[in-house]
């Protein structure tokens, strides 16, 4: 038996816990992929990981050996006690018994960086399913000083994230990710590397936050907004779709627009890059 099985059974064991399915909790058994998710998160030592959902510390003990400092958010308060009990020895290591949607994260990572031992911040976690894209979205939206979210997520939801606008698996959120960074598959990963098994396939993913958006553009929230009406009826025309939710004031505006920017008439949502949305956004 893999020495990382022994140890999350023993740890079960010992404090009498019984995975909390509510709180996506699925531990990671896996040698392999938790070596994968360390190597590809290219952790240095003036480094600041936020790690979300630690559960019961398999990766949060790699991640101490590394960086600089690890930030632990958990919502499970059976969890503190056995991080804390755990990790007592190490003083880089700093735990959060919180719901990490409501955590001020632009105000830890400013107050962290003020120490000038940290230079950048990364986050890592084999994120719990019930709140994935929820918790993306804080990660990008808030506009964070992050270098990388290094990230298991359900394998479809990483197809989508990681998708290329314009091409197919895509979704509004795939728009939202690539304007913000730039987004790689690192490994899949079996349900039989996790207690208790998901109902799905997993994927890590990597995000590499980009310094400056991928598109310029003055109203950044109409352009999301535009998106999101697109993709509600992703079976209909673009024409369509945003004629019916009043983006368009009429087809006729519609139409102008699309020939401006050489589209064709029955373009669909999936079809645009994120540069053209960009640019109907401008022409509105
Ligand atoms: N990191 C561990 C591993 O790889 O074995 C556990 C991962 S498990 C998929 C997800 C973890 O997220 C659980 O420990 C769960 O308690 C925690 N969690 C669930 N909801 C949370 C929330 N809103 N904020 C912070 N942690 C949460």
């Given at each position: 038996m893999e020495a990382i099985l022994q140890e999350t059974?023993?740890?079960m064991n010992k404090y009498h816990i019984k995975a909390n399915k509510k709180l996506g909790q699925n531990f990671l058994?896996?040698?392999?992929?938790?070596?994968?998710?360390?190597?590809?998160?290219e952790i240095k030592e003036n480094d600041l990981i936020i790690e979300i959902g630690p559960g019961l510390g398999t990766l949060t003990k790699?991640?101490?050996?590394?960086?600089g400092k690890v930030i632990c958010i958990e919502l499970d308060t059976n969890m503190i006690?056995?991080?804390?009990?755990?990790?007592?020895?190490?003083?880089?290591f700093e735990i959060m018994n919180e719901d990490v949607l409501k955590v001020d994260l632009k105000n830890l990572i400013k107050q962290e960086?003020?120490?000038?031992?940290?230079?950048?911040?990364?986050?890592?976690?084999?994120?719990?399913?019930?709140?994935?894209?929820p918790i993306i979205m804080k990660l990008l939206e808030e506009k964070l000083d992050l270098e990388t979210i290094t990230v298991m997520v359900q394998k479809e939801v990483a197809d989508r994230l990681t998708a290329v606008p314009g091409e197919k698996n895509t979704g509004a959120i795939t728009y939202s990710v690539n304007y913000y960074a730039e987004a790689k598959q690192i490994i899949e990963v079996e349900k039989q590397s996790f207690i208790p098994e998901p109902e799905?396939?997993?994927?890590?993913?990597q995000l590499k936050i980009r310094k400056q958006p991928k598109v310029q553009i003055t109203n950044e929230?109409?352009?999301?907004?535009?998106?999101?009406?697109?993709?509600t009826q992703r079976r209909k025309t673009l024409l369509n779709a945003l004629t019916n939710t009043n983006i368009f004031q009429n087809k006729e505006q519609g139409l102008e627009i699309l020939k401006e920017l050489n589209l064709k008439e029955n373009i669909r949502a999936e079809e645009l890059t994120l540069e053209q949305f960009a640019k109907i956004t401008e022409k509105l």
């Open positions: 059974k023993f740890i058994i896996n040698d392999k992929v938790v070596e994968e998710i360390i190597k590809s998160s790699e991640l101490l050996e590394k960086a006690t056995i991080l804390k009990d755990r990790f007592k020895l190490y003083n880089n960086k003020q120490n000038e031992k940290i230079h950048q911040v990364k986050v890592v976690a084999n994120l719990p399913y019930y709140i994935t894209t799905v396939t997993s994927e890590v993913i929230k109409l352009m999301f907004n535009i998106i999101k009406n697109a993709f």
